[in-house]
């Protein structure tokens, strides 16, 4: 599985941002997908995920009401619709896919990530 993120660049306090993750590979054996940050000297956290064929959706409590997880599985591709944006949400953004054990079981890894998007929101 490849893992493409776009969309980050640099914005204004209070403005937005759409990220994209392009899904390439096994992506009928993707459970879950999501989106996690990693700000300068912290950890990587959980910011949404989304079921790859349920649609039920997870946001970290920083970000619910101005962040919006979505996808489309026609195109393989997940976005991240970001409102609002304040200086802390300031970070790489990751994409990650979660897989099912039937793509283990074949040799394959529990989960990918791709290689990160900056997003920086300037006060």
């Known amino acids: 599985v490849q893992l493409v993120e776009s969309g980050g660049g640099l914005v204004q306090d209070g403005g937005s941002l759409r990220l994209s993750c392009a899904a390439s590979g096994d992506t009928f054996d993707i459970v879950v997908m999501g989106w996690y940050r990693q700000a300068p000297g912290k950890q990587r956290e959980l910011v949404a995920a989304?079921?790859?064929?349920?649609?039920?959706?997870n946001y970290a409590d920083s970000v619910k009401g101005r962040f919006t997880i979505s996808r489309d599985n026609a195109k393989n591709t997940m976005y991240l619709q970001m409102n609002s944006l304040k200086p802390e949400d300031t970070a790489v953004y990751y994409c990650n896919a979660k897989m099912y054990a039937r793509h283990i079981i074949r040799g394959g890894r529990k989960d990918y990530w791709g290689q990160g998007t900056q997003v920086t929101v300037s006060s």
């Open positions: 989304i079921t790859h064929s349920g649609g039920t959706t």
